[in-house]
T-cell receptor, first 113, second 113 residues
Framework: AQSVTQLGSHVSVSEGALVLLRCNYS??????LFWYVQYPNQGLQLLLK??????LVKGINGFEAEFKKSETSFHLTKPSAHMSDAAEYFC???????????FGTGTRLTVIP | SQTIHQWPATLVQPVGSPLSLECTVE??????LYWYRQAAGRGLQLLFY??????ISSEVPQNLSASRPQDRQFILSSKKLLLSDSGFYLC????????????FGPGTRLLVL
């Protein structure tokens, strides 16, 4: 079975500081991993995904994530936070492409000016 | 290009009233379609998914039902709403192939009073 754990339901960073949102997964087979972002009262937007190619995945808006099999992690990072990054971020895992996604409970990112 | 629509955007309904939420996709044919619910402070819960017209899979027992009367239309319904049905409902479609990804609609916020 697959599952995702997002450590920290709320993360606050100062504008310009590093953003690190944590995601650990559990999967019996090599997983597909996704990060989505949700702005208030909107649907989810795909940030990036890992599909067994390069372990460092670059996404939109300057975000990237690194797949670390030994740590079963897929943490999301951005070198310098911007006010517009304030949103909720969801990590998701699947073992069969994107058909059956299991989502984490989300991390709300606050950016302090 | 493909787009996904949901309506209404917001809905306030009394307990015991019926519900019908609609999701339509443009620019693709016979996509896999999904209904998720996002309750306050919680992650996404998959409610239903459909791989084709008239084909519905239910993920959790609940007060809701889904139908797919047309190729690109997915409807979420209830005969009698409960307070616990309040939440943010998201529809998604699956883009197939090598770059398989779920794309989400803008969502419907439902408040049951």
């Amino acid at each position: 079975a697959q599952s995702v754990t997002q450590l920290g339901s709320h993360v606050s960073v100062s504008e310009g500081a590093l953003v690190l949102l944590r995601c650990n997964y559990s999967s019996s087979v090599p997983p597909y991993l996704f990060w989505y972002v949700q702005y208030p009262n909107q649907g989810l937007q795909l940030l990036l995904k890992y599909t067994s190619a390069a372990t460092l995945v670059k996404g939109i808006n300057g975000f990237e994530a690194e797949f670390k099999k030994s740590e079963t992690s897929f943490h999301l990072t951005k070198p310098s936070a911007h006010m517009s990054d304030a949103a909720e971020y969801f990590c998701a895992v699947s073992r069969t492409g994107a058909n059956n996604l299991f989502f984490g409970t989300g991390t709300r990112l606050t950016v302090i000016p | 290009s493909q787009t996904i629509h949901q309506w209404p955007a917001t809905l306030v309904q009394p307990v015991g009233s019926p519900l019908s939420l609609e999701c339509t996709v443009e620019g693709t044919s016979n996509p896999n379609l999904y209904w998720y619910r996002q309750a306050a402070g919680r992650g996404l819960q998959l409610l239903f998914y459909s791989v084709g017209i008239g084909q519905i899979s239910s993920e959790v027992p609940q007060n809701l039902s889904a139908s797919r009367p047309q190729d690109r239309q997915f409807i979420l319904s209830s005969k009698k709403l409960l307070l616990s049905d309040s939440g943010f409902y998201l529809c998604a479609w699956l883009s197939p192939g090598v770059r398989e990804t779920q794309y989400f609609g803008p969502g419907t916020r439902l408040l049951v009073l």
